[in-house]
């Protein structure tokens, strides 16, 4: 019932603030510091308009997407989102769920608060995102584990050397540990509906949650200061690591959280499949542009032989279409998917994906194109801002 109403993406967010506690909405649609990287994240969109070709037979459109050996049926995926578990009942199932029915890629988040293994098990298809501390023994025990349960695809996240400043969440009062107080206590009141229908159920069907896949040595209580430590142990990991992790997964390997396009060559030549260029949503270095605007630069640098692909403020079709124009063989959306997790559950997911789609059909519709592959950046005009 709720869902007949989510008419675009943005509109799950407005909900969502209405359903979900303030430190957990705060978590999800925070990042750091001033926001800037956030708000630039949506901004770069509107740089750029579009100059459709008309009287083009439109009739055969079709968005599916060829990507590291699979037909998609659209270009976009769900991004990996810790904790996604608090959020919505069983989160990480439900995206996961979602997206196999639909036929686009999931990435399952490395601090998640489900076992991998029960992810593989809904969605064989989802692609594992891992945060790897720079010691190998530890690396290989979590690679090996991802390999069992039949994971195909290894991200590894590489923009989060030392943690981002948090100051954020602790404004919204999500600290670390979750402390209980009175004003939690207020909010869970008044948001009785998660309260009932994720915390509490969760809590009686699975007990307290805990980091399942964290390369910590046992799964911690969620949000202890020993995990934000272990998440913090990534300082060391280097080059020299990724080459390792090269050598000993045999699957796909995905690097997210490229910004340069050194890095992106680096990253290229060392064997990878894919690259995501990708500011982790503005929640680590507050004042990183948009991937948007090093895209083109990235897919030039990186040429056709692995696909550049991109995350960061995607939410209507037309900014999927903007960012293939300008070298995105692919894009994935974070955000909007967990909040309709959230609200709808599998239901809302699928809710979003179709709108999403719908959109990127009308669009393509409207441009004069059959096929994503007749996008270039002759189709977009820069009405603002300046090229870097
Ligand atoms: C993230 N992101 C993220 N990335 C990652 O590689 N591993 C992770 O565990 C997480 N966790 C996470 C939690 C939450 C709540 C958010 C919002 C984001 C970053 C995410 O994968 C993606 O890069 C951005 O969210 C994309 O931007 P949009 O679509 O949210 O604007």
Redesign the pocket.
């Known amino acids: 019932r709720r869902l007949r109403r989510i008419l675009a993406l943005d509109d799950f967010e407005i909900a969502a603030r209405r359903h979900l506690p303030r430190p957990i909405f705060g978590?999800?649609?925070g990042a750091a510091e001033t926001n800037a990287s956030?708000r630039d994240?949506?901004l770069v969109f509107e740089e750029f308009g579009f100059v459709p070709r008309v009287l083009v037979d439109v009739s055969r459109r079709t968005q599916a997407v060829e990507l590291l050996g699979r037909t998609y049926a659209a270009p976009f995926g769900i991004?990996?989102?810790?904790?996604?578990a608090l959020?919505a009942y069983r989160g990480d199932l439900v995206l996961a769920r979602a997206a196999g029915q639909a036929n686009i890629p999931m990435?399952m988040?490395?601090?998640?608060l489900i076992r991998l293994e029960e992810v593989a098990e809904v969605n064989p298809a989802a692609w594992f995102?891992a945060?790897l501390p720079g010691e190998p023994d530890r690396i290989l025990g979590l690679l090996e584990r991802v390999e069992r349960a039949g994971f195909g695809t290894l991200?590894l996240?590489v923009?989060?050397a030392v943690l981002a400043n948090r100051e954020n969440n602790v404004r919204s009062g999500f600290s670390t540990p979750l402390r209980p107080s009175l004003r939690l206590a207020w909010d869970g009141m008044i948001r009785s509906n998660w309260t009932l229908n994720t915390f509490l159920r969760t809590l009686l069907k699975h007990g307290m949650p805990h980091f399942e896949n964290s390369y910590a040595t046992r799964g911690a209580p969620i949000l202890a200061r020993s995990v934000m430590r272990d998440f913090g142990a990534k300082d060391h990991l280097n080059w020299r690591h990724l080459e390792l992790i090269r050598e000993r997964w045999k699957g796909r390997l995905v690097v997210?959280?490229i910004m340069a396009k050194e890095d992106a060559c680096i990253a290229r030549d060392s064997g990878v499949e894919g690259i995501?260029v990708?500011?982790?949503?503005?929640?680590q270095l507050d004042g990183t542009v948009s991937p948007l605007r090093v895209l083109p630069a990235i897919a030039d640098a990186v040429g056709t032989s692995i696909p550049v692909m991109m995350?960061?403020?995607?939410?209507r079709g037309s900014d999927v279409l903007k960012a293939i124009a300008l070298g995105a063989a692919f894009v994935?959306?974070?955000?909007?998917f967990?909040y309709a997790a959230a609200i709808g559950g599998e239901h809302g997911v699928s809710h979003a994906i179709n709108i999403l789609s719908t959109e990127i059909s009308r669009n393509m519709g409207l441009l004069g194109i059959n096929s994503l592959g007749e996008l270039g950046p002759e189709r977009l005009l820069r009405i603002r801002g300046v090229d870097v």
Do not use: C, E, W
């Open positions: 978590y999800v649609s956030l994240n949506r991004a990996p989102m810790g904790i996604s959020s990435m988040s490395g601090s998640s995102q945060y991200v996240t923009d989060t997210k959280g995501i990708s500011n982790h949503g503005g929640r995350d960061g403020g995607v939410r994935f959306v974070g955000r909007p967990v």
